[in-house]
């Protein structure tokens, strides 16, 4: 953590999350004078993410094998009630990262390429003097650093700690729909671990999750991911997640074999605030947001990174251009006028509809009628393919979903 009272930089970044911490090495690579910043002092310590990614993803992103946990090949849906259904393919089709190894790593790679990477520091303010940023941190003693950049980007995640929650939306349903999740990390014997390793398993239906879905996700050998997560209804009074995960691992984990129990090494949660239609700003002056800031987490799957890792993608050689950018303030700010509209070109046109299916199928997930849609929908589902299958939840294919499926799509039963 830096001594000083002040720095000058031309980009910070503050979040060494997936989306700030790929934005800043890619930014140092390029030669950017960055400096990525964290409230956490330790990266490698947990946070929620179930850290799921399809094959490709690693290659697309240029992520090591260091970041990874293990490596899967199959799907498996367990419910509603007790259905139990899986699609396997002979190759790999995705991974489950580390998450902690992967900020870590992001941070090396930026100072490896030349960048400053300052741990410990929570962002307070951050406003525009002429052409330039200045940001106020805050230490854990309480003393504080001021830096000027040419550039901030709020990488803080649902926080928005420096943009701030986007104005209230002319239609309540364009507004921001919240998420709660809750994980824990196990240590379980090796009997156990292979009964779920080399596949994403997920719980789907009221009686596991209301308004919400569970999963079991192996990382490296004798270690499983157990998690719950469920939008926010303000509509209706839910259990609290803390029953809801401790009944999931009694039901799928301790009542496996005899006498078996597992060891909870880690318990870490967090909250997911994502727009169905992102129509947010993402820009504010020389204050531009990312990932999680500009509602890149996907309420679908919860899925967060590989998106993250997108809109760092979109916006890195844009703040390059800003850089290079000769004409003062005017021309700066063209050179980012098309970050939202290339970012949402990026996500896909079946973003917004990923969204809307989640809202209405989470939310409407609490009782025997529902389950009952749910299971005709997977029993369509179930002379697929496992490629199919993460076609439909990484790609959002709906199209494969099959005719049968397409009423309760569209919402019409």
Known sequence: MPSETSLRCQVLVVGAGPAGGHLARRLALQGVDVVLVDRLGDLGRSAFSSAALPIASMEAFGLPAEVVGSRWRQWQLIGPGSATRSWASPQPLGVVL????LRRWQADQCSRWGGRVHLGLQACSSHQEGERMVTLLRRSDGTTLRVTSDWTVDASGQARALLGDPPPAQRPRD???????????????PACWERWADRLSFCLGSDWVPQ????????????????????????????????????LGRRLLADGVAGESFDVLDRHGGLVRSSIRRLEPHQRGRLVGLGDAVSTANLLGGEGIRHALTS??????????????????????????????????ALGWRWSLSGRLARRTWLGLHGPKADGRLDQVLRGL????????????????????????????LGWR
Do not use: H, N
């Open 312 to 345: 760092s993608a979109v916006l890195a050689p844009l703040l390059q251009q800003a850089l290079a950018a000769s004409g003062g303030q005017a021309s700066a700010q063209r050179s980012l006028q098309d970050y939202a509209p290339q970012l949402r070109q």
């Open 212 to 247: 919400g879905y569970g999963w079991i996700f192996p990382m490296q050998p004798g270690v499983l991911k157990l998690g719950v997560c469920r939008l926010v209804d303000p509509q209706r009074q839910q259990p609290p997640l803390g029953g809801l995960i401790t009944e």
């Open 382 to 409: 179930e002379r697929r393919r496992a490629e199919d299958l993460s076609a439909l939840l990484f790609g959002y294919r709906f199209e494969r979903y099959g005719l049968r499926a397409m009423p309760y799509l």
């Open 98 to 101: 580390d998450f902690g190894a």
């Open 175 to 189: 507004g921001l729909v919240r998420a709660a999740g809750l994980e824990w990390l196990l240590r379980v014997s």
